[in-house]
Nanobody, 128 residues
């Protein structure tokens, strides 16, 4: 079955960096666009970033643009999220997701309904 496993979360001071990884199995990774979302307590799941199947196109949410960078390695079936200049408001559970629907134009990449599979999440806590 399809599994998406996030790793790399943890506790970091404000201004610091973390790199999240999401390892995929049970699917043809290069056939799926990948996305990152996060959810803080009491808030809706928020779109952060997405990357096309080949890695040639990316999208970012306004709250992370210029600070976070998404990338993927199709040979390793893994997508990454490099997070820099972290702020306390970045504290949340971070999820990766896979989409068969999203094409190179990245239309609807920000919509949760576009994604077929989700990981269990990894906690990121940023201290002030």
């Amino acid at each position: 079955q399809v599994q998406l496993v996030e790793s790399g979360g943890g506790l970091v001071q404000g201004g610091g960096s973390l790199r999240l990884s999401c390892a995929a199995s049970g699917l043809t990774f290069s056939s799926y666009a990948m996305g990152w979302f996060r959810q803080a307590p009491g808030k809706e799941r928020q779109f952060l970033s997405a990357i096309s199947r080949s890695g040639g196109s990316t999208r970012y949410g306004d709250s992370v643009k210029g600070r976070f960078t998404i990338s993927r390695d199709n040979a390793k079936n893994t997508v990454y999220l490099q997070m820099n200049s972290l702020k306390p408001e970045d504290t949340a559970v971070y999820y990766c997701a896979a989409s068969r629907l999203i094409g190179g134009s990245m239309t609807n990449a920000q919509n949760r309904a576009s994604y077929d599979y989700w990981g269990q999440g990894t906690q990121v806590t940023v201290s002030s």
